[in-house]
């Protein structure tokens, strides 16, 4: 396996800053390599297992998306746990970008690699905050039925 720097706050804000670049066409190439093969990746939607089927799953937001940024506000380490947050800035098709705001905890494995990855946001609320009269509609339902 290659050598690989320690991964410390500024080199994961590095690296992420490096993902989604200018252009708006993420490339995850040289994260994969932090990476452990038997990666736990969770968010809202789904769970994926294995770096395979991580790496698939990539490929596939990079090719839905006709751009995706990320901004990265903050990242904290302790132990082998780092936490960052985010602004996610999507455009689909034709709409308009929509920004998703989340966290993400990173758990490293003995030899360092991420082993998990848990990403935290409100995928539709984020998204439907920009749809005219859908965006508060939306709101008050989640105030009114979750409190």
Sequence with gaps: MNERAELS????RELWAKTYNAEG???WSHLF???HPDILFRDT???IRGIEEFQAMCGRLAARSKSLRMKVRSVVKEGNLIFLEWEMILAFGKYPDS???GCTRLSLHD???????RDYYD????IFDNIPRFGPAYRRFMRRKFG
Excluded: A, M, N, T
């Design 9 to 12: 706050c500024d080199l994961v």
């Design 25 to 27: 066409r993420p490339d």
């Design 33 to 35: 390599p932090y990476y």
């Design 45 to 47: 939607i789904q769970e």
């Design 99 to 101: 920004s998703v705001y």
């Design 111 to 117: 030899d360092g690699r991420i082993i998990e990855q």
């Design 123 to 126: 995928l539709w609320g984020d």
